[in-house]
Structures are given as C-alpha cells and as structure tokens.
C-alpha cells in the first residue's frame, strides 16, 4: 500500500498580505526538530506555483473536534488517553524549547 500523507497548503499571497512569512518559515524549522511519536511528523515542505506546502503524517482518524461533533462526548477512558497523549507532546514541544500556543480540538489529531 501506498503511504498517505495529510498535506497543509498555505496561500503564498495570503500569507505575504497577512505578514506569516516568517511564521511559516519557523513552523516548518521547528516542524523538522520535533521528533516525537505525539507529534505529527513534517515529511517535506515545498513551494509550487503560488502555494507552501506542508506535506505531515497522516492521521487516518481525523482531529478531535471532528470526532467530538460526530460521536458526542468520549467515554472517560478515551478522554484520559487523548489528554495524556497531549501532555506528553507538549512536554515534548516545551522542553525542545518552544511553547504550543494553539491547542484546541481541531489541532489534534488522532
């Protein structure tokens, strides 16, 4: 089977009009760092015509905010392990030196 990969397009014009060139280019330096099974691996990260983009491991089971809209609440065994799993990723990010500063459902994936 072929590998799949989720992959994160970003506007060139957009992200030059908003000021997020800078912002990008630190993302994917600390995406290349992060080497840890609770964060979703950056495979490569190109620019094509009048995109960047972020090519990341696939996570086959969508994010969490989906998956609370679509199932409801999670049974408290599943909230446990998605909340430890998060912990340990951030423990992670924070120690490598950087700070996570948009966790919210739709940024983790399952």
């Given at each position: 089977a072929w590998p799949e990969y989720?992959?994160?397009?970003?506007s060139r014009q957009l992200m030059t009009e908003l000021g997020?060139?800078?912002?990008?280019?630190?993302?994917?330096?600390?995406?290349?760092?992060?080497?840890?099974?609770?964060?979703?691996?950056?495979?490569?990260?190109?620019?094509?015509?009048s995109?960047?983009?972020?090519?990341l491991e696939y996570a086959s089971?969508?994010?969490?905010?989906s998956t609370i809209r679509r199932v409801?609440?999670?049974?408290?065994?599943?909230?446990?392990?998605?909340t430890a799993e998060v912990c340990v990723g951030l423990r992670h990010v924070h120690s490598s030196g950087y700070a996570?500063?948009?966790l919210k459902p739709e940024n983790i994936l399952l």
């Open positions: 989720a992959a994160k397009v970003i997020y060139e800078a912002a990008v280019r630190r993302e994917i330096a600390i995406l290349r760092q992060l080497k840890h099974v609770a964060i979703a691996r950056l495979v490569a990260s190109f620019r094509w015509r995109d960047v983009y972020l090519l089971r969508g994010d969490l905010h409801g609440s999670l049974a408290t065994p599943n909230a446990r392990f998605i996570f500063g948009d």
